[in-house]
Structures are given as C-alpha cells and as structure tokens.
C-alpha cells in the first residue's frame, strides 16, 4: 500500500496490516493510516522532530508517575503541563508541594526539564 508522509508529502510504500491495525486502533479510513504510518516510518525533519516530541513525552511522563504515583490530581496537572510546554503553548509550569518547587520547562537546547527544588526554611518568630 502506497502512504504519503504528511510532513514531506514523500510517497513510501507501507506494510498493509501495518496501516490496517493502525486504522483500526485510531478509528481512521485505511487512506489515513496509511499516511500516518509512512509519517511515522520517514526520515524527513518533521517527521523526526515529532517522533522526538513523542518519545520526551513518553518518557516524562513515566518519570511524573512515578514521582506523583500517590498523587493523582497533581499527576494530572503535570501532564496537561508537560503536553503545554513541549507544543510550547507556555513557557514553564512551576507550583509547590509541601517543602518542594517543581518546575516544567524547556531548556535553550530544546530539551524537557523538570526541576524540583527543596526548601527547608525554618522560621521562629516571637
């Protein structure tokens, strides 16, 4: 089956049953899949640059539950945030926790960083 890259609109040739389960996972016409499984197999920019995307959401994603595993509201503020800074529709997500500051941001390279920094300041006062 012939697919054409959305990114590069290169035509590449795709396994049937790859864009057939494809097509049945997404709910798609098979024409669809096929054109998003020749996106997903090319080597054009664009392509790669949303592969990377994916991969640095998956895997800040494992990190946020496991780091939030016990907390299930502020597990999912965080990845409506990670899905925020990455498509940078905002530039840093930063909240408190208890003694801790976690920041969600993208550094100058273009990599995700989460950032948490604890406070133990003690004040007296009388």
């Given amino acids: 089956m012939l697919g054409n890259c959305m990114y590069c609109d290169q035509k590449r040739m795709v396994e049937d049953k790859a864009a057939e389960e494809y097509a049945q996972i997404h709910m798609i016409p098979i024409e669809q899949a096929a054109d998003c499984v ?3 197999e090319c080597n054009c920019s664009g392509a ?22 016990n907390n299930p509201k502020v597990l999912e503020m965080c990845l409506k ?13 930063t909240f408190k926790k208890g003694k801790k500051t976690y920041s969600i941001y993208l550094d100058a390279l273009g990599c995700l960083k989460v950032k948490t920094v604890f406070s ?7």
């Fill in 81 to 93: 945030g990670i899905e925020a800074v990455i498509s940078q529709g905002i530039d840093k997500l």
């Fill in 38 to 40: 020749a996106a997903r």
């Fill in 48 to 69: 790669s640059l949303v592969r990377q995307r994916d991969e640095t959401l998956e895997l800040a994603t494992d990190y946020l539950k496991n780091l939030f595993e």
């Fill in 120 to 126: 133990d300041k003690e004040e007296v006062k009388f």
